[in-house]
């Protein structure tokens, strides 16, 4: 409420850029610390609430806007945080689960002696394997560039549809819908689905991302451009989940939230080239065209590229007979190898 000029909102927008990466790491964190054989189940259905929030809020903060004006309107919709967020995080929200809560997913006895013994004696340590691993610098690059094409998408599609297909501002409004509608439904199936076949449900991921673009290119009605919308929709949907995927089935349950901050800021910096780039080739080609078989070309790249990832802490489980991917905390790491 106290924007009264272009510096002021600029500073606005940074501090809420800012709390919002912040609580989405928090949140895929706690998930993943909790949530071991339904790891990416339950973060699908966290996630969704942000795509019903989508779909639902504009019902909402239209009409309060046209009554009492945005300032008034954003300050009522806070409140929500305020009496019902925060009460409840911070009085029914632990960070870790109990040992009782943790012996209903994994018998920690279960685990074989070379299991507990995997992770380094300090933060530092882990993060220091985990940088050395090339296996590593290859999922930075591939959340790099299908984070580059994801937001690409969400900034242009409506003025591809509206612009390059000519089809009008009401379709094209009506496609985004549609994405929304499908990201709803694809968080949850999606992280049903890594919670079986892990990296490579994410790379199947990926490989409908770039059916979805392909699909753009006929465009020429509502039927296509529905069928656009959906497809990549739900692709996008499934990329909301892999951060924490990754970090957990590739390198196990330690400093997950370093490795979930570090992932999830290699994603902002495509999200933030993305759409300037495609806006730049717009501009210099006067189509979308030439713009949307890079993205494309790009999405096939990063699919390429998760062919070299392995969920190792994940499979090594899975080997010994275990079904579940361990969620024991640095402290436990360090009590087995003690005692």
């Given at each position: 409420m106290a924007i009264q000029g272009l510096a002021s909102f600029y500073a606005?927008?940074?501090?809420?850029?800012?709390?919002?990466?912040?609580?989405?790491?928090?949140?895929?964190?706690?998930?993943?610390h909790w949530f071991d054989r339904n790891q990416g189940l339950s973060l699908?259905?966290?996630?969704?609430?942000s795509s019903v929030a989508g779909i639902v809020l504009p019902f909402f903060a239209a009409p309060l806007i046209n009554a009492h004006g945005w300032r008034v309107t954003f300050a009522l919709m806070s409140l929500g945080i305020w009496l019902v967020g925060l009460p409840l995080f911070l009085l029914v929200t632990r960070e870790t689960p109990s040992?009782?809560?943790?012996?209903?997913?994994?018998?920690?006895?279960?685990?074989?002696?070379?299991?507990?013994?995997?992770?380094?004696?300090?933060?530092?340590?882990?993060?220091?394997?985990?940088?050395?691993?090339p296996m590593f610098w290859i999922i930075v690059c591939a959340i790099f560039i299908i984070s580059f094409v994801d937001q690409s998408l969400n900034q242009h599609s409506v003025l591809f549809i509206e612009r390059d297909r000519g089809l009008g501002e009401e379709l094209a409004?009506?496609?985004?819908?549609?994405?929304?509608?499908?990201?709803?439904?694809?968080?949850?199936?999606?992280?049903?689905i890594y919670d079986r076949v892990s990296i490579r449900g994410i790379q199947g991921s990926y490989i409908l991302m770039a059916v979805g673009i392909a699909l753009a290119f006929p465009i020429?009605?509502?039927?296509?451009?529905?069928?656009?919308?959906?497809?990549?929709?739900?692709?996008?949907?499934?990329?909301?989940?892999?951060k924490s995927i990754f970090a957990k089935h590739c390198f196990g349950p330690t400093q997950l939230g370093k490795l979930?901050?570090?992932?999830?800021?290699?994603?902002?910096?495509?999200?933030?080239?993305?759409?300037?780039?495609?806006?730049?080739?717009?501009?210099?080609?006067?189509?979308?065209?030439?713009?949307?078989?890079?993205?494309?070309?790009?999405?096939?790249?990063?699919?390429?590229?998760?062919?070299?990832?392995?969920?190792?802490?994940?499979?090594?489980?899975?080997?010994r007979g275990i079904e579940n991917v361990a969620d024991i905390s640095p402290l436990d790491h360090t009590n087995a190898r003690t005692s």
């Open positions: 606005a927008g940074i501090v809420l850029g800012l709390a919002a990466t912040t609580i989405i790491v928090a949140v895929k964190t706690l998930m993943s699908g259905v966290v996630m969704m609430g040992e009782e809560e943790l012996s209903r997913e994994l018998d920690d006895a279960r685990l074989p002696e070379e299991l507990k013994e995997m992770a380094p004696t300090s933060p530092r340590d882990f993060l220091a394997s985990v940088l050395s691993q409004a009506r496609a985004m819908s549609a994405t929304f509608v499908a990201g709803v439904f694809a968080k949850i199936g999606f992280g049903w020429s009605g509502v039927l296509t451009a529905l069928a656009f919308a959906l497809v990549r929709g739900a692709a996008h949907g499934g990329l909301l989940v892999q979930i901050g570090i992932l999830t800021a290699v994603a902002s910096i495509g999200y933030a080239a993305g759409p300037v780039a495609v806006g730049w080739i717009y501009d210099q080609s006067g189509t979308y065209r030439y713009a949307f078989v890079l993205l494309l070309g790009l999405t096939i790249v990063a699919a390429a590229l998760l062919s070299w990832v392995q969920p190792t802490y994940r499979n090594q489980l899975v080997c």
